[in-house]
């Protein structure tokens, strides 16, 4: 007997209604969902569903219009990766990563040591002191990911983070997100377009409707871990793709 | 700005092939100079050549005249660039925090903007006094618009995603403004400051025209009043220097502040 997991995230009811002067968008609406601990979570569904504005609410950025969600560890931190790698041009590698425990008024060798161990495990070693307009697309992103994880919050939170990366590189940038995750025990939901990716990522798969975005389908992602790239030619790989595809179909059918 | 584009272009070529441009304009426009004043032959007083500039100079340098009347120019400049860039640099921040008060002080703003400082320096020395605290009021005048658009202008542009960032790891107001807004907003700033540099030479210069008993304008006058055209070369020719040290400082403290930014390589 396994005992039921530990939950790291509930949301209850999520609503989100913007309104400003150009007029109301009602973007997010009943919405619920469990993350247990270390789950790898994506997040996908048609553009305008309200992705976004969920990781947003999560990240206390929007405050939701009704219902509630609870992190069910110690503390409320999240860490946050934007499409765009959103690093600040004028501080260095390890400026750049150093940013949460600055803010957290930590001392300045601690912050250090856990610069350091982070840029090592997101494989920059030798690049602490570039600055950002020296890197490439892959390794600035792999610096906001350190950042993310500065704080060590347990949930991390990526929205499209390889949304701008070139397939290729995408593609190793799973496999190191995958091994971080691994390393790390965080519980991730993370928001793609790509219905591969999200397979071979995930634990869970949450397809959202078309806007006001609520959950359409959860899947579990039963693949043996850790994954490998060949596993993307498997039957059940393809099976599940159908199943995601035909979930999307049918939701943006709606509209 | 094309006199600022042109001369930040020339900031970018390598520093002795920009030391030698220099120098060679240099001389060609003294050699035009001179040339213009002894094939015309006109006289002295309507236009003196290079030599007799020279000669002018080195005398009003020995009577101590230009340096007192320089420092002069010199301190209300700079206190006019303190004072107006202070007062700009915080009425900024506020407006891009308070679209409300944007609203209430732009009408104000934009009239004021509308009106030539030359207009209005009459007004201050006739209230404020011929002496320099009406200079500096002058100058602080000419200095406070491009430093508060321009403080507005990089606040505003400081990217939210930025802000969302800071924001989601809780920033206080203070943390977000001494790691965001200013190294965001400092490039937009500081172009601002070098533009008020120069403002406020020129404000300087207009407050001591129209009445004043020193100063590099009040220098101008008596120069003209003499017939002394040679002394109003010196005085209009110590100006530009002024203004170009001014707009150069500024422009190194950029570089050095901004070392990060991708065109001070270019001038590698
Ligand atoms: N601050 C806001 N004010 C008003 N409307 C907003 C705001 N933020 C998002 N919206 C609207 O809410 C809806 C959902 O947006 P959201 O960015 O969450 O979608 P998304 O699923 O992330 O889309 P995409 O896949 O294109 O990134 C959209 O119609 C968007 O225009
Ligand atoms: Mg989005």
């Not at chain 1, 496999?175 to 790509?194: C, N, Y």
């Not at chain 2, 007062?87 to 903007?113: D, H, M, R």
């Amino acid at each position: 007997m396994t005992s039921s997991p530990e939950i790291a995230l509930s949301v209850e009811g999520l609503e989100v209604i913007f309104s400003d002067a150009s007029g109301v968008v009602h973007a997010l609406s009943d919405l619920s969902f469990n993350l247990a601990a270390n789950t790898f979570a994506t997040l996908i569904g048609p553009s305008g569903s309200g992705k976004s504005t969920l990781l947003r609410v999560l990240a206390g950025l929007v405050p939701p219009t009704k219902g509630q969600f609870h992190f069910h560890n110690h503390h409320d931190q999240v860490g946050l990766v934007f499409q765009k790698p959103n690093l600040m041009p004028w501080r260095r590698v390890t400026e750049n990563v150093s940013l949460p425990l600055e803010l957290a008024d930590l001392p300045r060798d601690e912050i250090d040591a856990q610069a350091h161990d982070l840029i090592k495990l997101v494989g920059l070693e030798g690049f602490e002191s570039a600055y950002p307009r020296d890197l490439s697309g892959g390794m600035a992103q792999r610096v906001a990911i350190a950042r993310s994880l500065m704080h060590d919050p347990d949930i991390l939170l990526l929205d499209e983070p390889f949304g701008s990366l070139d397939a290729l590189t995408r593609e190793v940038m799973g496999d190191e997100l995958l091994q971080i995750w691994q390393a790390k025990r965080k519980t991730v939901l993370m928001v793609t377009h790509s219905i591969s990716e999200a397979i071979y990522l995930s634990d869970k798969v949450l397809v959202l409707s078309q806007r006001p975005g609520r959950i359409e389908l959860e899947l579990i992602i039963d693949l043996p871990r850790p994954r490998k790239p060949e596993m993307r030619y498997l039957p059940e790989f393809s099976s599940l793709a159908h199943q995601l595809r035909d979930s999307l179909r049918d939701t943006q059918a709606m509209s | 700005m094309s006199a600022a584009g042109s001369i930040s272009k020339l900031h970018k070529a390598r520093p002795l092939k920009r030391i030698l441009i220099l120098f060679l304009s240099l001389v060609i426009g003294i050699l035009i100079w001179s040339a213009a004043a002894s094939i015309f032959d006109l006289p002295a007083f309507i236009l003196p050549g290079p030599g007799l500039v020279w000669e002018r100079f080195l005398r009003s340098l020995e009577s101590g005249q230009l340096l007192q009347h320089s420092l002069a120019t010199l301190s209300e400049v700079l206190a006019g660039l303190f004072l107006g860039g202070s007062v700009a640099t915080v009425l900024g921040y506020l407006i891009a925090k308070s679209p409300a008060l944007e609203n209430l002080i732009s009408p104000y703003l934009v009239a004021s903007q509308s009106i030539p400082i030359v207009a209005i320096a009459p007004l201050l020395v006739i209230w404020f006094g011929s002496g320099i605290f009406s200079k500096i009021l002058i100058c602080s005048l000419t200095v406070f618009f491009p430093v508060l658009i321009n403080t507005v202008v990089g606040l505003r542009e400081v990217p939210q995603d930025l802000r969302d960032l800071m924001r989601s790891l809780k920033a206080s107001r203070f943390q977000t403004l001494t790691k965001l807004e200013i190294p965001a907003a400092l490039p937009i700033f500081l172009g601002g400051l070098r533009v008020g540099a120069t403002l406020s030479v020129i404000g300087a210069v207009v407050g001591e025209l129209v009445g004043a008993d020193r100063g590099l304008g009040f220098l101008i006058n008596v120069g003209r009043g003499q017939y002394d055209t040679a002394l109003v070369f010196v005085a209009v020719i110590t100006l530009a220097v002024i203004a170009m040290s001014l707009y150069g400082l500024v422009l190194l403290i950029e570089t050095q502040v901004l070392s990060w930014q991708s065109w001070r390589d270019e001038a590698k």
